[in-house]
């Protein structure tokens, strides 16, 4: 039992959609992927953090939003130096 050939190119073109659409869902994923990471690293150095560490934490896919996140509300950090010289009294 065969298809017509007007079902049958019907089904191929939906076959082929379906793979176009799947390839340009993964292209946007992986762009947004490495935008996060992006974002993970340039936080990491405004804000005093260990570099290396924040970036490599952002390439891990899906944990990378919550490292992003976590960076977003972290404080920045202060040079040990100005502590300590806060925390002196003066004479």
């Given at each position: 039992m065969t298809?017509?050939?007007?079902?049958t190119s019907l089904i191929l073109s939906y076959k082929g959609?379906?793979?176009e659409g799947m390839a340009q869902l993964v292209i946007l994923l992986l762009i947004i992927h490495f935008i996060i990471a992006?974002?993970?690293y340039r936080y990491a150095s405004?804000?005093?953090y260990p570099v290396k560490v924040f970036t490599v934490l952002g390439c891990i896919p899906y944990f990378?939003?919550?490292?992003w996140i976590?960076?977003?509300f972290l404080p920045e950090l202060e040079p040990f130096e100005s502590q300590v010289q806060r925390q002196k009294q003066p004479l």
């Amino acid at each position: 039992m065969t298809l017509p050939t007007s079902n049958t190119s019907l089904i191929l073109s939906y076959k082929g959609f379906r793979e176009e659409g799947m390839a340009q869902l993964v292209i946007l994923l992986l762009i947004i992927h490495f935008i996060i990471a992006y974002q993970c690293y340039r936080y990491a150095s405004l804000k005093g953090y260990p570099v290396k560490v924040f970036t490599v934490l952002g390439c891990i896919p899906y944990f990378n939003v919550v490292v992003w996140i976590y960076l977003l509300f972290l404080p920045e950090l202060e040079p040990f130096e100005s502590q300590v010289q806060r925390q002196k009294q003066p004479l």
